[in-house]
T-cell receptor, first 111, second 116 residues
Framework: GQQLNQSPQSMFIQEGEDVSMNCTSS?????WLWYKQDPGEGPVLLIALYKAGELTSNGRLTAQFGITRKDSFLNISASIPSDVGIYFCAGQDQGAQKLVFGQGTRLTINP | EAQVTQNPRYLITVTGKKLTVTCSQN?????MSWYRQDPGLGLRQIYY???????DKGDVPEGYKVSRKEKRNFPLILESPSPNQTSLYFCASSLSSAQGTSGELFFGEGSRLTVL
């Protein structure tokens, strides 16, 4: 099946630093989404992107839908302790009845 | 409160002993799906359902069954569990779109299954 390559797999940063992660695919997607999973809980949707080139913000989070439709980026500015968790990208192509998820990026923050 | 509820949250069982993980949503969503989460592999889809009585295989359906007799419920059945089905399982639901899921999935809290 389709695969998404998400990087980095893990990040260890200091509180207050900015964070960048990305997701690439060998195939085109019409929709890109970013989810966050807090420890012991299910993933929660952070941002959804529906148009190539789209740049969307949600508070300190900013995500972009790549022009080629094969990649997406998520940036977190001025990280805080509650940003800890696993971040997943997900893609959906037209006609597909499911989302394809990346492997996840585990974010750890040192206070 | 809008939610997806899974039970049990934790289960330890033995090889071959049939088990069912229940999933219920109260948002009147048409689309429901099961995923398993394993380290380094992300979330992989097991089965999904577009609506009542409509189910289809995801990427890793072997060893699992599902049913969708009612809109709100989507149980996952392991007829003869094996150790390679030890995993963290998530049920999710969403509104439907022309593509199936709107993409905006609501996840349950997860069910951690260990098969000895």
């Amino acid at each position: 099946g389709q695969q998404l390559n998400q990087s980095p797999q893990s990040m260890f940063i200091q509180e207050g630093e900015d964070v960048s992660m990305n997701c690439t695919s060998s195939s085109i997607f019409n929709t890109w989404l970013w989810y966050k999973q807090d420890p012991g809980e299910g993933p929660v949707l952070l941002i959804a992107l529906y148009k190539a080139g789209e740049l969307t913000s949600n508070g300190r989070l900013t995500a972009q839908f790549g022009i080629t439709r094969k990649d997406s980026f998520l940036n977190i500015s001025a990280s805080i302790p509650s940003d800890v968790g696993i971040y997943f990208c997900a893609g959906q192509d037209q006609g597909a009845q499911k989302l394809v998820f990346g492997q996840g990026t585990r974010l750890t923050i040192n206070p | 409160e809008a939610q997806v509820t899974q039970n049990p949250r934790y289960l330890i069982t033995v090889t071959g002993k049939k088990l069912t993980v229940t999933c219920s949503q109260n948002m009147n969503h048409e689309y429901m799906s099961w995923y398993r989460q394993d380290p380094g592999l992300g979330l992989r889809q097991i089965y999904y359902s577009m609506n009542v009585e409509v189910t289809d295989k995801g990427d890793v359906p072997e060893g699992y069954k599902v049913s969708r007799k009612e809109k709100r419920n989507f149980p996952l059945i392991l007829e003869s569990p094996s150790p390679n089905q030890t995993s963290l399982y998530f049920c999710a639901s969403s509104l439907s779109s022309a593509q199936g899921t709107s993409g905006e999935l609501f996840f349950g809290e997860g069910s951690r299954l260990t098969v000895l």
